[in-house]
């Protein structure tokens, strides 16, 4: 079974205008009669709230399960559609549905229930306040389903941890044509390098030392190129890797401008070797080298903001992504595969670790979105030639303190601590905001140099 | 001796569903589906419309064979099972032959109660279970002039309007003193009595049939201390019991149905049960009526599934809450839950709304402010998130009123608020 569109709702942004329900009615009435909504918004007074009814199309449909005529089934394009000439009009499909996405209209005699208007929802396109999105993502994940998996199957992981997802949907997209580089931590843990002298992925992977990564992957891209072999060079590294022990290997590849992807699976520390501390790690966090005790609490430094460094390198792309905006990851894993053909790409991803910053293992997604949404991590995107550019609104964010809640490392802060944070993750974003009002003409330099010219020059 | 890792008895709505979340989890293990029919399956809900003549009986097959073939489920029909031996894990068919399982599904259903009617057996009679019986009572429902529905549950009214509509005269019989019983109170009972009674339907309740008697052409009934009433079709629609005639010195424990746990395993070793074949405990833990519905039997039945097939995310089953969607001359009654007790206590609340002569009755059964029942006549709610608000506990607190003013756009607001 494959995954399919949804419409998702966002109650905080509805304010049951009803224009989605009208849309509706025009969408399914005939000239035999006026159609009731497939999609009712509600209020439930004690909350305030605005309410949803309408059918999510389940992947595993109880109206379907209960119907005694067969009259409900799910298609392939996801739809779970309604059959007219099978129905005897018995409701028992009403009693298995618990989103009220199936009723009867009395005006049309029978069940109703929406069928996303054939691929372009009008409620949707009714909302003007964005609290109907019809999420597509679903697509991707078929489009990625069928690309091959190009790591083995078991590979060792924390349990809930989203690195695989991340190692697993990169190089399926990246392909086989690749020289992969995972430099000591947790993605060689997970088993990306093998175990007992087998691989662990079907493309040629190598172990760097901690430091020299983007060196090595320089020196083999540059090799295959002039073998007249044009590979992609994969760097999936932790935050240590990149950013500490081997940035100045990273630093000076990004500066050069070599033709490398370079991703950076960021878990703010040293995380398979016992939590340690690295420059990534949260100012107040715990670790096993900031520990909490009479005078200690948690570490006394902010992170570094790595991607902005990357930025300042005047990088062909630069984007950060989190694993609870996957969509958004694609399209800027996409958009940096592209620019790594002319230069260097550098990708950030969050990496919420559930052993070493103490969170259920269920709660992984979770964290990423909260994260996000606090604009502890803000989503964004530069490109040389187009300056940077935010991937979602960072206004009105949620508190930070949602965020530092789910999260045990950061259980012992005190007022003063969470003061600090708040500051830092303020600070941050009022940079990026600035940054993003540059609003560079198309096609201007904003930061950074040409480099490709000298990386084609050492080539020689 | 044929082997199969799991067999399923049985090809309706448990054991279709339980089908289903076996191959969710387990995609390689041998699976047997063993029907007694000679056809696709059928759901005995979808009867009464065969009866009316709303739906062909080619037009209401539950699944293609082709549906099986996906699964890759070995499905047979005319296996008919004639016991088990659960110590040896084996079961033998009617036809002699024999079956070994990993595990086993009971999935058979139940089958029409007959009460002790003296003279009962020397009648034709006709009972809904199965299509051939609805084909018979169509085919005789079409030249009686005068028909007699023993049992005023949901199979006897449904039956009873048909057979009105095919133009018979009828008269339903209930032992009760309302129609429905345990679905509906008096008052909404009163109003979809009316309704039959307005369409021309005879409705005797509180009376018992003491015996009847061969006529030509038909039966004599006679009731308590009352006159004879001849019938050309006489349809027995008095409950129904669970069908475990192979079951006897199997091993597996019956009382009111096959004695399960909260994971529809029965007492005997690798051997579940589900659907109205069970003895279905109550999800409020006290004497209200459960079990005996569809959607029941699909839950019960993706409980069972799961947990045959060593599913991790398989949940105890909560316990059957009554939930009926019934339809009557183009009205609707829907009742989900449980009524109050007559000595509730100060812990109980009901709120009703629409006495006799308004248009629509509502009923809402709250306890410690959490919902128990609803039950509406010509009242529009979803059961469906009365079912999961009850499940839950949700508290209800303020919104109870808002509840009984409009149970569907209520309910759906605070249903949406929960979902995340
Ligand atoms: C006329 C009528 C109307 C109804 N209306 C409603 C309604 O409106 N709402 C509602 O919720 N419920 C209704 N019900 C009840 C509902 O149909 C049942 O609860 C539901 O069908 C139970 O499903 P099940 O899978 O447990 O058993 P069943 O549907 O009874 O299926 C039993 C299966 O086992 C097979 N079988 C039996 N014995 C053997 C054997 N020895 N060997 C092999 N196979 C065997 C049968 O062929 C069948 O496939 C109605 C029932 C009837 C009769
Ligand atoms: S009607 Fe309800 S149960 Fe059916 S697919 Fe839609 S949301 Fe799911
Ligand atoms: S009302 Fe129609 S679609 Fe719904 S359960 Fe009954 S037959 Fe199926």
Same mark, same amino acid.
Do not use: K, W
């Given at each position: 079974m494959s995954a399919t569109p949804t419409i998702a709702f966002d109650a905080a942004r509805c304010d049951g205008c009803g224009h989605c329900m009208n849309a509706c009615v025009s969408a399914k009435s005939s000239d035999a009669h006026r159609a009731q909504p497939r999609i009712q918004i509600l209020r439930d007074d004690e909350s305030g709230r605005w309410g949803i009814a309408q059918c999510r199309q389940c992947g595993d449909p109880r109206c379907a399960s209960v119907c005694p005529a067969a009259a409900l089934e799910k298609g392939d394009d996801g739809i779970v559609a309604w059959d007219g000439e099978r129905c005897v009009n018995c409701l028992i499909c009403t009693a298995g549905c618990t989103f009220g996405g199936i009723a009867f209209s009395a005006a049309e005699g029978h069940v109703v229930k929406c069928d996303q208007c054939e691929g372009a929802p009008q409620c949707v396109a009714a909302c003007t306040r964005g609290a109907l999105r019809y999420v597509t993502t679903a697509n991707l994940y078929n489009r990625w389903g069928d690309l091959e998996d190009l790591f083995v199957p078991g590979l060792g992981g924390c349990q809930g941890c989203n690195t695989e997802l991340i190692m697993r949907h990169t190089l399926r997209r990246v392909g086989s044509n690749t020289v992969l580089a995972t430099p000591p931590g947790c993605i060689p843990g997970m088993g990306s390098v093998g175990y007992n002298g087998m691989l662990g992925c079907k493309v040629p992977v190598f172990h760097p030392l901690l430091t020299n990564t983007a060196s090595m992957l320089t020196g083999i891209r540059r090799q295959y190129k002039r073998k007249g072999r044009n590979v992609t060079a994969l760097a999936l590294a932790g935050d240590g890797g990149a950013g500490d022990v081997g940035f100045q290997s990273l630093s000076g590849a990004a500066e050069r401008g070599?033709?490398?992807?370079?991703?950076?699976?960021?878990?703010?520390?040293?995380?398979?070797?016992?939590?340690?501390?690295?420059?990534?790690?949260?100012?107040g966090a715990w670790t096993a080298t900031t520990p909490i005790g009479e005078s200690a609490r948690g570490k006394t430094q902010d992170a570094k903001n790595l991607p902005l460094l990357m930025m300042w390198h005047g990088c062909e792309y630069v984007a950060t992504a989190s694993t609870a905006f996957m969509e958004d990851f694609y399209a800027k894993l996409e958009a940096a595969l592209d620019a790594s053909q002319r230069g260097f790409a550098y990708l950030h991803l969050y990496s919420p670790c559930t052993s070493g910053w103490r969170f259920p293992s269920a709660s992984n997604i979770e964290v990423a979105r909260k994260a996000v949404e606090t604009n502890f991590a803000v989503l964004w995107e530069y490109r040389r030639d187009q300056g940077l550019k935010l991937s979602r609104d960072i206004e009105d964010p949620a508190p930070v303190t949602e965020y530092l809640k789910l999260l045990g490392k950061f259980r012992h802060l005190d007022a003063t601590q969470i003061a600090h944070i708040e500051r830092h993750v303020a600070e941050q974003a009022q940079v990026l905001r600035e940054l993003a009002r540059m609003h560079p003409r198309e096609g201007r330099q904003v930061v950074g140099h040409q480099s490709d010219l000298m990386a084609v020059d050492l080539d020689q | 001796m044929e082997q199969f890792?799991?067999?399923?008895?049985?090809?309706?709505?448990?054991?279709?569903?339980?089908?289903?979340?076996?191959?969710?989890?387990?995609?390689?293990?041998?699976?047997?589906?063993?029907?007694?029919?000679?056809?696709?399956?059928? +759901?005995?809900?979808?009867?009464p419309y065969v009866v009316s003549g709303k739906r062909p009986e080619d037009r209401i097959a539950l699944r293609e064979r082709g549906w099986f073939d996906d699964l890759r489920v070995d499905y047979r029909q005319q296996a008919h099972a004639a016991a088990l031996d659960s110590a040896h894990s084996r079961l033998r068919l009617a036809d002699g032959s024999e079956i070994g399982y990993g595990k086993l599904l009971l999935a058979t259903g139940a089958a029409p109660a007959v009460p002790p009617i003296a003279g009962l057996?020397?009648?034709?009679?006709?009972?809904?279970?199965?299509?051939?019986?609805?084909?018979?009572?169509?085919?005789?429902?079409? +030249?009686?002039?005068?028909?007699v529905v023993l049992g005023a549950g949901l199979v006897g009214m449904h039956a009873a309007e048909n057979l009105a509509r095919a133009g018979a005269r009828v008269t339903i019989i209930e032992m009760r003193d309302q129609v429905l019983p345990g679905y509906f109170d008096a008052t909404a009972a009163a109003r979809i009595q009316a309704a039959f009674h307005d369409n021309g339907v005879e409705v005797l309740t509180g009376r018992r049939v003491e015996r009847v008697a061969p006529r030509a052409g038909g039966c004599t009934v006679q009731l308590d201390g009352g006159d004879p009433c001849d019938a050309d079709l006489l349809l027995v629609a008095a409950g129904v019991r669970p069908e475990v005639s192979y079951l006897a010195g199997s091993g597996v424990a019956v009382e009111r149905g096959v004695v399960v746990d909260a994971f529809m395993r029965s007492t005997a070793a690798n051997v579940w049960a589900a659907g109205d074949v069970v003895q279905t405990p109550s999800f409020f833990g006290d004497a209200t009526p459960a079990g005996g519905i569809l959607p029941d039997a699909v839950e019960q039945g993706r409980t069972a599934g799961m947990s045959m097939a060593g599913d991790p995310g398989v949940q105890a089953y909560p316990g059957g809450v009554s939930l009926n969607t019934y339809g009557f001359f183009g009205r609707r009654a829907l009742s989900v839950g449980r009524d109050a007790p007559q000595q509730g206590g100060a812990d109980w609340e009901v709120l009703v709304r629409g006495g006799e002569g308004s248009d629509a009755y509502l009923k809402i059964v709250l306890r410690d402010g959490r919902l128990q029942g609803v039950f509406g006549v010509d009242v529009l709610f979803d059961p469906g998130i009365m079912w999961e608000l009850i499940l839950r506990r949700v508290e209800l607190g303020a919104r109870a009123k808002a509840l009984l003013e409009d149970p569907q756009d209520a309910a759906r607001a605070l249903m949406s608020g929960l979902w995340r």
């Open positions: 070599e033709q490398i992807l370079f991703i950076c699976v960021d878990n703010e520390g040293y995380m398979n070797t016992g939590a340690q501390r690295s420059g990534s790690t949260t100012y | 890792d799991y067999v399923v008895l049985g090809a309706s709505h448990a054991a279709l569903e339980a089908l289903r979340a076996i191959r969710a989890h387990d995609s390689d293990g041998s699976i047997a589906v063993l029907d007694r029919e000679a056809r696709l399956p059928v +759901s005995p809900t979808v009867l057996s020397d009648v034709r009679f006709h009972v809904l279970r199965t299509l051939d019986d609805a084909l018979a009572l169509r085919e005789a429902g079409r +030249s009686a002039g005068r028909a």
